[in-house]
């Protein structure tokens, strides 16, 4: 059975199982990173230099790191649904699933660190404060998308979904008060209902 290496509270580790849930695939998934610890251990690092979570390691010794190449690589190899069959579709679902990984991802991530991972004495309140508006201006680009298209690579649910989807969750949970986007709400709503999602992401509590 493949393993996937990382802690489920992992936002990059719940993109990788939710994909797995999505494919209908049985993998064991290993506890480690953060609380855990090991990420830092030569076993480890031997399967993953970068010490992060995820790590995929098949059956045959076939290891690879990195989430959003992990989700594409399992939805490819098992000719999954997700994993759109047209180039350009593809190339779109690409296209917010890097954007996710260099936009959304590191503005949203010093407010879950501050507001959840944090005591209130360490917050650096401007800090949160530039990552909110800094998270409200990378989901207004999502909204703008939205406004056209009923998922971000098109009118199917796919991969390109996946990475913004698990910030989005954050995003909606964190930011109580936030303008109105109605186009993110209902693409959310509609990923909300997917048991794969609910099973690994939003059954899991924010930690």
Known sequence: MAKIWGRNTSANVQKAMWTIGEIGLRVERIDIGGPFGGTREPAYLALNPNGLVPTLQEDDGFVMWESNAIVRYLAEKHAAA???DDLR???????????????????IGPVFWGLVRQSAAERDEKTIAAAKEKTLAAVAMMEDRLAETRFLAGDAFSIGDIPAAVHVRRFLELFEQRPSCPNVERWFGEIAQREPFQTHVTAIAMQ
């Open 82 to 84: 997700i994993h759109p």
């Open 89 to 107: 579709t593809r190339a779109i679902a690409g296209q917010w699933m890097d954007w996710e990984q260099t936009v959304l991802s590191p503005a």
